[in-house]
């Protein structure tokens, strides 16, 4: 294993760019992404590439490890979280990255991923959020919207989508955050955030699929929507959008309202003051939800960040304590001692 406090090297994003042909459709989204993650990845790793792995489970977002020049594990659908959370734990120093899709996490994945934030487990997780089933043709999944015509809901899903935010919130996951495939700056920006973090950083990345759901953000991205449909979070700042920054957004209690700017009743003094690094997780939530109703725009940014012990340096640390007080193991008289039967 590279040794990254005495080995520095500095990369480009050429570094970080395997031999493979990207196979994704011409226009998919994430091409945008795999991008700004090669051209970020020289500033945010502070360690041998060597020391970096990407983890991943079934579906078109999860052929990203084969573009990455780094290590990585194609996994089984789903299951991508506890891999990389048995990465991190069984080797506490290196880089963990997961890339994957709103099928693969939040179907028969969700179970391992709300774990994964329980505990905290110190890896990343980029969720490439397209609000369909893009790898086998077209089916609607956890996250896309009720009444969502698709080859298995021919007269509208009725199912209620997950909210994925809203679900690493209650999970207590200790960095959620939601970024665009079409905005690099912005995503960019988030991988850095992410990177810094210490524990799990949950990343929702809205990204269209031009073959399948084409279109599906486009308000977020279009010059003609953007700026009354995007909400762009700022700690410390208050929550402002619109053409010419005209609309903020003001709570009433825990109600957010939309309120004019421009017309003398109401300032910016007036409105609600964004602060990622709240203790409590209410108005992160009330966040996650706010574009529930279409008046409202769609928050992206930095919902929450907190600080608490990741589950990856707490097993560290307890194994160190008990080694201390009773020395190493031995494996073999564990496994010999206790119970045991023989059978004839």
């Known amino acids: 294993m590279a040794d990254s406090i005495d080995v520095k090297v500095k990369y480009t994003a050429k570094d970080f760019t395997s031999d493979q042909d990207v196979r994704w459709c011409p226009g998919c989204g994430d091409y945008s992404i795999l991008a700004q993650v090669q051209r970020t990845f020289p500033e945010i790793i502070e360690t041998p590439k060597e020391n970096v792995v990407w983890v991943s489970g079934i579906g078109c977002s999860s052929r990203f490890p084969y573009y990455m020049d780094t290590y990585g594990i194609h996994g089984i659908h789903g299951r991508a979280p506890i891999i990389a959370s048995g990465v991190k734990i069984a080797n506490p120093e290196l880089s963990v990255w997961v890339a994957t899709g709103d099928g693969d996490l939040l179907s028969i994945g969700g179970n391992h991923f709300i774990h994964a934030c329980r505990r905290n487990v110190d890896i990343k997780v980029l969720l490439f959020n397209n609000r369909i089933y893009g790898l086998t043709k077209g089916q609607y999944s956890p996250t896309s919207e009720k009444g969502k015509v698709t080859k298995t809901s021919p007269y509208g899903s009725v199912d209620y989508p997950f909210n994925p935010l809203s679900l690493s919130l209650g999970a207590e996951a200790t960095f959620v955050s939601r970024t665009v495939d079409r905005t690099p700056k912005h995503l960019q920006e988030i991988l850095r955030r992410a990177a810094k973090h210490k524990g799990l950083a949950f990343i929702e990345i809205y990204q269209n699929c031009n073959i399948f759901n084409d279109g599906a953000f486009f308000k977020l991205t279009e010059k003609e929507t953007k700026d009354d449909s995007a909400l762009y979070l700022e700690h410390g700042k208050p929550m402002v959008f619109g053409k010419d920054n005209s609309k903020g957004i003001k709570l009433d209690g825990v109600k957010p309202i939309v309120v004019d700017i421009t017309n003398g009743k109401y300032s910016k003094d007036d409105l609600w003051v964004h ?38 340096s707490g097993i560290k640390n307890q194994i160190e304590m008990v080694t201390q007080k009773k020395g190493k193991g031995d494996l073999e008289k564990m496994l010999k001692g206790g119970n045991t039967w023989e059978v004839n």
């Not at 939530?285 to 907190?306: C, K, S, W, Y």
Request: glycine letters at 2%; hydrophobic letters at 35%; a negative charge.
């Open 275 to 312: 602060d990622e690094f709240s203790e409590s997780p209410v108005h992160a939530m009330i966040l996650a939800h706010l574009d529930d109703n279409p008046e409202f725009p769609t928050p992206l940014g930095v919902f929450r960040q907190i600080e608490k012990e990741t589950y990856d």
